[in-house]
Structure formats: structure tokens, C-alpha cells
């Protein structure tokens, strides 16, 4: 007789198969839809910021953003077009009645500046920004990338946060969530703003939205110190010490006769993460320890005070995170009232008002790299070099600038996982359109969470009945553009 189960006697299991079958697919529903399904990270309350581990092995722990605002022309840096050289002053092929952003536009242009071979790759880069194209051989270079929006506002959303709508946390915040910190006394997330003041939707960038508030970005800057750290006038060090300890033990107490109330452990957290700030973030910020040969290196002793402030904001950025902090987001560009004044948004003289952002950016941004490379960063540290869209092809009528072209613009890869010295997708003949390898914001973010061991599709925040992501329902890793 046999004793066995009977899905395990032959004979039954084939005068069945329908219950066989059926078994067997059902496992393999289940095994992949594990694969997929939410992962969201542990927090714990009482310490929310600290490390988490990531879903698999990742290439990167830290993350820097140069988010250059205002919309950089790829046409004038980085996408070089032989074709828009012969066809300077010709009308763009289709494009007769092509309006965009602010009107018409005139006859194809050529770029401003000469293109020429740079490193062992000899990746044409242009001579605007001459130390970032010395690093040639670092960058991967992504010409393919296209955005949704070509409006300032929506477009800097897009590139921080995944959407072009306000109220969604940037990529910074769910890093820190999804993460924590590796430094307990920093922020897990820091936005330098640029000395001239914040890009146009300012603290979107650096917005926890509906993640919890303490996965926000701290901003802060080499000059502009976080506010209302500093001890009142009148109060010594050690009346400010006794009275934090004594309010923290008073807090403890009543969380313990609470029991798990997560909101007052989140408070109680938060007042012990500003009282430690009080004393680091002063220590991080200030620069006088830095040799002089490295401060002349970044261009922080220049005349012009916005050279020299977006310089010593560089060194702040690799000082944050030499010391651990996860996600640091540091602003070329700032919105000012006037085109172009304050940022990259070159529509009206670009040959005049190019080289006023490329003094400020260049040589810090260059030197940043190269000292993150030095230190032995670079290899546990992704840096995305970035912009909200491009520029046109072609000059606007009555004016000798570019207009707004979220169809094809060109993002910057470095450091760990990514593979140096390459170029991915392209735009079309005239640097217009995306046509090889198309690109898009989501799949830039996909990539970068990949390099921190995270999946994009798992990775979620359950919110007014949705399951939340920094890519929404979009984006795919750009592979190809990985070692």
C-alpha cells in the first residue's frame, strides 16, 4: 500500500494534472511576485536615521548631485553636432513653424564655443567649461536624456523629485529613508544652495513631502550657516548642556510610561540629532583647516564672491561626505529676476551670459572630482552632474540665445559602478530630439538607486491609497552606462 501523499504517487499526479499544474504555476506566481513586491524599510522610530541595509550588493553608498539650474545647453558643452556646424544659419529641417517655450525660433546656430578631443577617450568636449572637459575620461556621458516638462519649475521638479507636480519627496529624502546615515551627528541629507540663493522651486528639491519629516534635507551652505543653532547670547555651554540633558531625560521617562508612541520618539530623536548638529555641522562647515594650496585649488580665495562661495561650497560638499552623510545636493545657479542673470537659462545674449556660470562652476566642480578621486571617494561615492532640459538647436528670432528642449539634453555620470570614459544614447544630427537609446528622469533615478543596491519598483512609501515611488510607475537602469 502506498503510504505516500497522493500528489506524490505518479499515477495520481498524472490523472490529475490539472491540480499538479496548477500547483506549480502557483509557486512560480508567488516566487515572482516576491520579487516585485514592496519593500519597504525598516525605521525605527527612536533612531530613524540609522543604517539600513540595501536589497543587494551595492556599488555606491553616497551620492552627489551638481544640479546646474536654469537648463544648461548640452550643445554648447558636452553633445558635440559637426552637422549644426555646416548648417550654421539654415532654417532646421521641419521646423518652420516649430514655437516652443518663448516664440519662434530662427535658423540653426552653431555652437558658441570650439569643440576638441579631450583625454584618452577623446570625447569632444567644448571650451566653456575647460576643467570639467580635462575629466573627460571620468564621466559617462547620457545624451539621450529627455524631460517632461520645458518650464523651469515643473522641470526642476521632475529631476529632483520624479514628478513635475509639487509635493513629492526628493530623491534625496527617499535615499535617506530608504538608507539611513553612515554619520549620526550629520543630516543623512544635505542641499547646498548656490551663494547667489535657491533655484526657482527652492525646498521642492530638498522636500520630505509625505515620507516622515525626518528624511527631509538639512540646507546649508560654507557661508550660510544652519539657522538657529547658535547659543543665545548669555548662555554658557554648560547651562546649555545640563538643561538639553535634563529636558532629554524628562522626555525619555515619559516615553517610557507612553510605551511605543512613535511620534514622540520621532520628537525625541529629532531634539537629539539638532543637539548633536549644534556642535558638527559649525565643525564640518568651517574651512580654516584646509591647506591653502587646496583652497587656491578650488578658486576660494577669488575676488568675485560668487566664485569664491560656490568654490568653498564645493569643499563643503566632499567634507559632508568624507564624513559619511548619504546625499549631498549642491546648486550651480540660483532664480533671479532676468533671464539668465542667476543661472544657465541662456535666451537672450548666450555668449555674454555663458561665461559669467562657467567662471563660478567650472574650476570648483573640476577640483570637487578630482579631490574626491584623490581621497579615494569616488569609489564608494556616485556623482550626477545635472540639469532640468536642454536648449535648442536653434537661436530664438530677434535674439542671440537658445530656447527651452526638454526632447534631448545630455546628464554626467561619475564614480562608483559608473563606466568612465563612454558616451550613451544620442540625439539626432542637430542635438534636437533623443533618437538612440532614449533616455528619461526616471530611468536617471532607477540607475542611481540601483548603484546604492536598491530597486526602484520595490521601494515605495504607501500614501492616500498608493504605493509611492520616486519613479512613479516609469524607469528602467541604464545598464549600458554602468561598469
Not at 68 to 94: I, M, N, V, W
Not at 370 to 398: C, H, I, W, Y
Amino acid at each position: 500500500m502506498n503510504r505516500l501523499h497522493p500528489l506524490l504517487n505518479r499515477r495520481n499526479f498524472l490523472s490529475d494534472p490539472a491540480w499538479g499544474l496548477s500547483g506549480i504555476a502557483l509557486a512560480s506566481l508567488l516566487a515572482a511576485e516576491a520579487k516585485t513586491a514592496p519593500s519597504r524599510p525598516l525605521v525605527d522610530p527612536r533612531d530613524p536615521l540609522a543604517p539600513r541595509p540595501a536589497l543587494f550588493r551595492p556599488r555606491a553608498s553616497k551620492v552627489l548631485v551638481i544640479f546646474c539650474s536654469g537648463a544648461l545647453s548640452h550643445l554648447d558643452t558636452f553633445d558635440y553636432k559637426p552637422e549644426l556646424q555646416k548648417r550654421h544659419g539654415q532654417p532646421l529641417p521641419g521646423g518652420d513653424k516649430l514655437v516652443t517655450f518663448q516664440g519662434a525660433q530662427g535658423a540653426l546656430h552653431q555652437p558658441v564655443w570650439k569643440f576638441r578631443p579631450r583625454g584618452q577617450s577623446g570625447k569632444m568636449v567644448s571650451d566653456l567649461l575647460p576643467n570639467i572637459a580635462a575629466l573627460a575620461d571620468e564621466f559617462c556621458f547620457i545624451h539621450s536624456m529627455t524631460a517632461k516638462s520645458n518650464t523651469h519649475g515643473p522641470g526642476e521638479n521632475q529631476m529632483s523629485t520624479g514628478f513635475t507636480l509639487d509635493g513629492f519627496p526628493g530623491m534625496g529624502a527617499w535615499v535617506s529613508y530608504a538608507l539611513g546615515t553612515e554619520n549620526r551627528d550629520l543630516p543623512a541629507f544635505v542641499a547646498i544652495p548656490d551663494p547667489r540663493g535657491n533655484p526657482q522651486v527652492g525646498p521642492n528639491h530638498w522636500n520630505n513631502a509625505f515620507l516622515p519629516a525626518v528624511f527631509q534635507g538639512v540646507p546649508f551652505g560654507a557661508n550660510r550657516p544652519i539657522p538657529h543653532l547658535a547659543r543665545p547670547a548669555g548662555l554658557t555651554a554648560a547651562a546649555d548642556n545640563s538643561t538639553r540633558d535634563y529636558a532629554t531625560q524628562l522626555m525619555r521617562r515619559h516615553l517610557e510610561r507612553r510605551g511605543e508612541d512613535n511620534d514622540l520618539a520621532a520628537r525625541l530623536a529629532s531634539y537629539e540629532m539638532a543637539a548633536r548638529l549644534q556642535a558638527r555641522a559649525a565643525q564640518v562647515a568651517d574651512l580654516s583647516s584646509e591647506p591653502a594650496w587646496l583652497l587656491e585649488a578650488y578658486g576660494a580665495n577669488q575676488a568675485d564672491p560668487n566664485q569664491a562661495g560656490f568654490a568653498k561650497n564645493c569643499i563643503l560638499a566632499r567634507r559632508l561626505l568624507e564624513k559619511g552623510v548619504r546625499f549631498v545636493q549642491l546648486f550651480n545657479g540660483s532664480y533671479a529676476m532676468g533671464e539668465g542673470v542667476g543661472n544657465w537659462d541662456g535666451h537672450k545674449v548666450l555668449s555674454q551670459q555663458y561665461p559669467i556660470h562657467a567662471a563660478i562652476l567650472d574650476r570648483p566642480a573640476a577640483m570637487l572630482i578630482r579631490d574626491l578621486k584623490n581621497r579615494g571617494l569616488l569609489e564608494d561615492t556616485v556623482v550626477a552632474l545635472v540639469t532640468e532640459f536642454g536648449r535648442m538647436p536653434t537661436f530664438q528670432v530677434g535674439a542671440s540665445g537658445r530656447d527651452h528642449n526638454p526632447k534631448g539634453f545630455t546628464v554626467l555620470l561619475a564614480g562608483a559602478g559608473v563606466r568612465a570614459g563612454t558616451s550613451f544614447g544620442a540625439t539626432d544630427e542637430f542635438g534636437h530630439q533623443a533618437v538612440e537609446r532614449v533616455a528619461s528622469v526616471p530611468d536617471l533615478h532607477a540607475t542611481l538607486l540601483h548603484l546604492l543596491g536598491l530597486d526602484h519598483e520595490r521601494l515605495t512609501w504607501y500614501h492616500n491609497g498608493v504605493e509611492r515611488r520616486l519613479t512613479d510607475v516609469h524607469g528602467h537602469v541604464l545598464h549600458e552606462a554602468l561598469a
